[in-house]
């Protein structure tokens, strides 16, 4: 890998930034100033050093997107609609980022971002069950009745009964409601389709948790952060406490 691109990657500039610190001389591989930023360097056995601290390569990296509406969560749907990997900037644009758990293309909120295969397993395995919560507004509005359908688990069509889940309704009147739904599954469009066999129709859905971990309401849409070593621990025990990660 480039210099220049693994101390970018790492955090520690823009790709401008680092060339100018590699030219001051701030940057030595394995012991030697290397002032070219094209310099070659293997991040897993040369020994990196920039202003005197050690840089270390991560092999893993987990981000929190907010996805934004319009937006793919992953590459296999329409083509030229652009996707959530697109929106990450040089600073991860190295990792070969896949979501764990998808979003609709209109929907928002929180997607986790990794190139961990175990970790993205973990999180979206049905054996699992890590709970993820969506905020939705809805057509038609959800009541007692449906509370009740949730937790029951709801018979979607011919192939498919929803396990049990969780209604909580925020607010209903004048023909709309507001509610967080809690699944444990993430079958395609499944709260969608869900509210939909109770008579009702999702007109938004934003996942705002997944496995306890909230979504940064600082993030605005189509902005992401790196996960902290808490966020990507809980995940870690949510996923474990119900299986293997
Ligand atoms: N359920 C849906 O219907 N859509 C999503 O994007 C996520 C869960």
Redesign the pocket.
């Known amino acids: 890998m480039r210099l220049d691109r693994l101390l970018a990657n790492m955090g520690l500039g823009s790709r401008r930034e680092v060339r100018k610190m590699i030219a001051g001389g701030a940057v030595s591989v394995n012991g030697a100033t290397e002032r070219d930023p094209g310099f070659e360097v293997d991040p897993d056995s040369d020994s990196v050093v920039c202003g005197g601290r050690p840089v270390r390569y991560k092999k893993f990296v987990y981000l929190m997107m907010n996805k934004p509406k319009g937006v793919l969560s992953c590459g296999d749907g329409a083509p030229g609609v652009p996707e959530c990997a697109d929106l990450v900037g040089d600073d991860f644009g190295f990792y070969e980022l896949s979501p764990a758990g998808?979003?609709?293309v209109d929907?928002e909120g929180l997607l986790i971002l990794t190139n961990d295969g175990d970790f993205i397993h973990g999180i979206i395995s049905p054996n699992k069950k890590v709970g993820?919560v969506?905020y939705i507004k809805t057509d038609g509005e959800l009541g007692p009745g449906d509370v009740e359908a949730f937790r029951n688990g709801i018979k979607v069509d011919e192939d498919f009964t929803a396990k049990s889940a969780e209604l909580k309704i925020l607010s209903r009147g004048g023909g709309v409601s507001e509610a967080l739904v809690t699944?444990k599954e993430?079958k395609y469009?499944?709260?969608?389709?869900m509210v939909k066999a109770c008579g009702k129709t999702?007109t938004y859905?934003k996942?705002i948790a997944v496995g306890g971990v909230i979504l940064d309401e600082r993030l605005r849409p189509g902005e992401y952060r790196e996960l902290t070593p808490e966020e990507i621990e809980k995940l870690r025990k949510c996923a474990g406490e119900t299986g293997k990660l």
């Open positions: 998808r979003l609709d929907s993820k969506y699944l993430g469009h499944q709260v969608k389709r999702v859905l996942r």
